[in-house]
């Protein structure tokens, strides 16, 4: 066994501090939560640190982590590391749980157990009693499911300050990483919204305000997105600080802490067996199930209801609970019954704030034992696992021709820790190139075949798709005759030739960010142009495709010398080499740099994004964030019921993401068809669309999808929940058909265009020929489940289609394009929309 265990720490003592009142009602001693144990008096229990026991009131995160720096500063057994920030600059923190023997050698152990877990040839199977076991243990990244993260102070404090007789085992062979909370932002938000409406005579009551948090809600981070579908794109900072410790430890098993409806009770993993992605080895939920039974006598102990096998599942690697699989480590999901503040009435009693906690603790402390006495299984399968999926294939992944696109994707890549390379494909044109491991082959290949039609989440998750990028498979690694040089974050630099315009500056079409390019030159106050034609000048040796924006350099109210130094800036932030030209004549077929009928002076967009009230809190936040971060463009988060108020006449571009609008008062359409006039877009999303049919802002005729089982007459009662499931669609990938001239396919490179789309809301093509850009293939499943007979109904139906009104636009998407922020392939769309969606000809709408 490699070293050691530390001496049991010695008793200090300290003058006695009076105890300061808290507002709790109830009085409830440290081993409601902890077994009673000796403790180290020396290391403060959270009570007094708080002042307060934990369950009284919702533990901010500033006070959480306070705690935590107080319990490193207090205790040999823990290092604490902040491994990043939130967007609102909170920190994320890990402790690091071990002996203090093995905190002195703690970077050699870590290296000993990475060299076990990802063998090289190197490591003897027979050294496993010298490897340490590693748990990466998880709270709340809901941050409205705070249980988790309230029993993260408790379970800290037990490993910190109990005797070694407990748990000298656990820390000499194990390293446990500690996580407090996964989502500080959102875990802050609830906390005061629960705090500032808890009644010093508690109700149980739901209808209570307390239970009923105002939008967005505290589960979300700060862009109101769900981090826990956000472990596969990592596109948020919380995410990529814990993919990249997940990584630096590789450890046997991840816990995973949430909540679940209040009349629920406590599940913990193994889920539904028929509902486990395919690259999961079986092994893997032996294991679960193995590890289910520690949790299992823990909670007899304590007398809680509780349940494993059913409801949830491990499909989907973008989730906490699953991503480990396909890295031999085991996931485990926890789901406590939630009191969402710190009383409310259930279909099993009154459910109490402490109860719950004390239920995350029991399993935290359940794991503990389980790790405990399963190291070397869990160490073995790991190993095992690692070592068959070592193979000399590969993907290679083109370019497009967008180096913006295809260095997003090897970004992802490359946060997953693949060994991704960078370099040309057999035609000469720019290409990746990774090599097939588990994780790779199951976040590129489609996947088509179920042994269940229910799924927690999405069906599919092909990256490649999602960036609307060509791939193959190759044998052997990397193509040889290529020119591979090795992929490091952030990407390769665009050589950008620096030369300055006489005459005129082009932003190629082509790449990703080239939205982003104009909105900062027009936003430094230059004039942009765009072309819907294709040209080319020297001679053809420079091609430019349609969307292809020019910045002449005669009549800008700035001299040539400042829109050189603008440009320059321009080039810097997005990676763009935006080309330059001395005459307005361009080569033999093309029309001339001052005609009026190829080139469209383009307005600068000003943004408002409807929020609040029935809109979907998730898809607003993947537009807010699109727009915010990736393009720099300022937006004005307006309250849909403030629209029949504000004035609109300050916005050019109003966006509605998709939400329940059956009932939203008709001032909103009333103000948004007084608004509607030149220049103005309307750019609608899914439901939305529907609403904006149906109140005469957009021309769009629903399609209703077959029902297959409209013959059957009778089906037995216990089918009932199955087939109401199988009818729903989760998430899956459709072909779509693009028409390349449009406005709104500026950039694109190929018709063919994979989007992502859930529901089944499905829009006729329009009358008018030209006002449907993008539609549904003849054959449109690419990948993932779809419900009987609707792929067949989806065929030919629109993806998009564009209305006029009053001389405006109106853009409505049948789909998400903006799916949690990694949709790449289609959220340029949606740019084009915000960006070109006004040059549309008016002879071309609905």
Do not use: C
Not at 473 to 491: H, I, K
């Amino acid at each position: 066994m490699f070293p050691g265990t530390r001496a049991a720490a010695q008793n200090s003592t300290s003058e006695d501090q009076p105890r300061q009142t808290s507002n709790s009602l109830e009085d409830r001693p440290l081993t409601y939560y902890l077994p009673d144990l000796d403790y180290d008096p020396s290391i403060p229990t959270p009570e007094e640190f708080l002042g307060w026991q934990i369950g009284d009131w919702h533990i901010s995160h500033d006070l959480q982590q306070a705690y935590m720096r107080t319990l490193a500063a207090s205790s040999d057994r823990v290092t604490l590391v902040e491994i990043g920030r939130t967007y609102e600059d909170r920190p994320l923190l890990n402790l690091i749980f071990t002996t203090p023997e093995n905190h002195a050698n703690l970077e050699e152990l870590r290296q000993r157990h990475l060299a076990w877990s990802r063998p090289d040839g190197n490591s003897r199977p027979g050294e496993v009693d010298d490897v340490p076991g590693v748990l990466y243990q998880g709270f709340s990244i809901h941050g409205n499911e705070p249980s988790g993260a309230n029993a993260a102070p408790l379970v800290a404090y037990y490993l910190a300050a109990a005797p070694l007789s407990e748990v000298g085992k656990l820390l000499s062979d194990n390293i446990v990483v500690f996580d407090p909370s996964f989502n500080p932002d959102g875990l802050n938000r609830f906390a005061s919204w629960a705090n500032s409406h808890k009644n010093k005579n508690m109700t149980a009551d739901g209808n209570d305000r307390e239970y009923n948090e105002a939008y967005p809600r505290g589960r979300s981070n700060h862009y109101w997105f769900d981090l826990n579908r956000d472990w596969l794109p990592v596109q948020h900072p919380e995410s990529r600080a814990r993919i990249e410790q997940f990584h630096r430890w590789m450890p046997n098993v991840l816990t995973d802490h949430h909540e679940m409806g209040t009349d629920a009770t406590f599940f913990f993993m193994p889920g539904e067996p028929t509902r486990v992605h395919p690259m999961t080895a079986p092994v893997n939920q032996e294991l679960t199930a193995k590890i289910g039974t520690y949790h299992a006598a823990a909670l007899d102990e304590i007398g809680s209801l509780y349940y494993s096998g059913e409801g949830y599942d491990d499909f989907y690697y973008g989730k906490g609970s699953t991503y480990p699989d396909i890295f031999g480590t085991v996931g485990i999901l926890f789901e406590q019954a939630s009191s969402r503040g710190h009383l409310q009435e259930s279909d099993n009693g009154l459910l109490t704030f402490p109860f719950t906690i004390r239920n995350q603790v029991t399993t935290a402390l359940s794991t503990f034992k389980a790790l405990t006495e399963l190291r070397p299984e869990l160490l073995t399968y790991q190993r095992e696992f690692n070592r068959d999926g070592v193979t000399r294939d590969g993907y290679v992944i083109d370019a497009d021709g967008d180096p913006g696109r295809a260095r997003e994707l090897a970004n992802i890549l490359a946060r997953h820790q693949l060994p991704v390379q960078h370099g040309t494909n057999d035609q000469g044109q720019e290409a990746y190139y990774v090599p097939k491991t588990p994780f790779s082959e199951a976040a590129f290949e489609p996947i088509l075949e179920f042994e269940d039609s229910l799924f927690y989440d999405v069906s599919t998750f092909s990256l490649p798709m999602a960036f609307n990028l060509p791939y193959r498979q190759v044998s052997g690694g990397a193509p040889s005759g290529m020119r591979w040089t090795d992929f490091t974050l952030g990407g390769t630099p665009t050589e950008i030739d620096r030369s300055r315009a006489e005459y005129a500056y082009f932003v190629p079409s082509n790449d990703y960010y080239s939205v982003r390019a104009i909105y900062q030159l027009q936003d430094a106050g230059l004039r942009v142009k765009v072309s819907d034609q294709p040209f080319s000048i020297n001679n053809g040796a420079t091609k430019f495709g349609r969307g292809t924006a020019m910045i002449p350099v005669v009549g800008q109210e700035m001299s040539a010398e400042e829109i050189h130094r603008i440009v320059s800036e321009v080039e810097d932030e997005t990676g763009i080499d935006i080309l330059t030209t001395n005459s307005g004549l361009v080569d033999a077929g093309g029309l001339m740099l001052g005609s009026r009928s190829a080139y469209q002076t383009l307005r600068k967009p000003e943004i408002a994004l409807l929020i609040e009230g029935s809109t979907s809190s998730l898809d607003a936040g993947e537009t807010w964030h699109l727009l915010d971060q990736r393009f720099g463009m300022p937006i004005t988060k307006l309250p849909i019921d403030e629209v029949g108020r504000a004035d609109l006449s300050r916005y050019n571009t109003i966006i509605m993401p998709d939400g329940y609008y059956n009932n939203l008062d008709e001032s909103v359409a009333t103000a948004l068809k007084e608004w509607m006039g030149r220049d103005k877009v309307f750019i609608t999303v899914e439901r939305a669309s529907a609403w904006a049919a149906k109140n005469g802002l957009a021309k769009l005729t629903e399609r209703k999808p077959a029902n297959p089982d409209s013959s059957i007459t009778q089906r037995p009662y216990a089918k009932a929940s199955r087939d109401g499931g199988g009818r729903v669609l989760g998430g899956s990938i459709y072909q779509t058909e693009a028409d390349l001239t449009h406005p709104l396919l500026f950039g694109m490179q190929r018709k063919e265009i994979p989007v992502f789309r859930s529901g089944t809301l499905l829009f006729e093509p329009a009358k008018n020929v030209y006002a449907t850009p993008l539609r549904y293939a003849e054959e449109p499943l690419l990948s993932g489940y779809s419900p009987r007979g609707f792929a067949k109904s989806a065929a030919g139906s629109a993806a998009i289609v564009v209305s006029g009104n009053r001389g405006g636009r109106t853009i409505a998407f049948a789909n998400n394009p903006n799916f949690r922020a990694f949709w790449f392939g289609t959220n340029r769309l949606f740019m084009n929309a915000i960006m070109f969606g006004s040059t549309i000809d008016g002879a071309a709408v609905e």
